[in-house]
C-alpha cells in the first residue's frame, strides 16, 4: 500500500480536487493522509466528515516539511508519497512511479514530471522510448513532491536535506519522465519542468 501525504494550508477546493484525483487514477492500494497546517478556511470540517480520510491538524501554521514530517510518521504503507494541495494524479502516475522505486533494490526516492498542462501525458506518449529509457538519476530531490520507500522515512526533511541524507545513506533518487503529477499555474513546487521545446526532458 502507498500512503499519500497531503499538505494543506487554507487550500479547501485546491484539496478536493487534489483528493478527487487520487481516488479517480490511483491505480494500486492507498490510503490519504491530510495533514493540515492550521488553517481557518472550513478545510477542518469539511475533511473530519470525509470517509477513509486520516486527518492531522496543527492549531497553528506550521512550514511544508514540519507538517510532512508529522505525517511520515503515521503512516502504514511501503511507500509514501508527498503532494500539496492543488497537486493532482494523473492516469498512472503512481503505478508508473512505484514500478520505478521498486526497480532497484537501492532506489530510495522517485519524482514525478509536474506540468500544468492536462494533456502533457498524452502530448508526449511514445515519444522517448519505454518506460525505463525515460527515468534519470539526479543528485538533488526538486521539492517536497516525491515517493519514497518505508525505509527512507528516517531521513526525512526539508527537501535539500533530505536528498543528502538519502544519498548517504546508500540510495538512489529518481526522477520518473513517464508520470506526471498536474498542478494548475505551472506547478506549486518545480520538481522537474516539462520543456516545450524538448517534448518531456527532464530539466533539473
Not at 480520510?53 to 510532512?68: E, H, N, Q, W, Y
Not at 532497484?104 to 529509457?133: C, H, S
Request: glycine share 12%; with cysteine.
Amino acid at each position: 500500500m502507498t500512503s499519500i501525504i497531503l499538505t494543506n494550508d487554507h487550500g479547501l477546493n485546491a484539496l478536493k480536487a487534489s483528493v478527487q484525483s487520487i481516488r479517480e487514477y490511483a491505480d494500486t492500494p492507498y490510503e490519504i493522509i491530510i495533514v493540515d497546517r492550521g488553517s481557518r478556511d472550513g478545510s477542518l470540517r469539511y475533511w473530519i466528515r470525509q470517509p477513509k480520510i486520516k486527518l492531522i491538524s496543527f492549531p497553528d501554521r506550521r512550514g511544508v516539511s514540519a507538517a510532512c514530517r508529522i505525517g511520515v510518521k503515521l503512516v502504514a504503507g511501503e511507500a509514501m508519497l508527498l503532494m500539496e494541495s492543488g497537486m493532482r494524479l494523473t492516469p498512472g502516475a503512481l503505478s508508473r512511479m512505484l514500478r520505478c522505486l521498486y526497480s532497484g533494490e537501492d532506489i530510495g526516492v522517485v519524482q514525478p514530471m509536474l506540468t500544468d498542462r492536462p494533456d502533457e501525458e498524452e502530448r508526449t506518449e511514445g515519444k522517448n522510448g519505454p518506460a525505463g529509457d525515460r527515468w534519470q538519476e539526479t543528485e538533488r530531490i526538486g521539492g517536497l513532491c516525491c515517493l519514497f520507500r518505508q525505509e527512507a522515512a528516517d531521513r526525512f526533511g526539508p527537501a535539500d536535506e533530505f536528498g543528502d541524507r538519502v544519498r548517504k545513506a546508500g540510495y538512489r533518487i529518481m526522477t520518473a519522465g513517464d508520470a506526471f503529477l498536474y498542478s494548475e499555474g505551472g506547478g506549486l513546487q518545480e520538481v522537474a519542468r516539462v520543456s516545450e521545446a524538448a517534448g518531456s526532458e527532464l530539466v533539473p
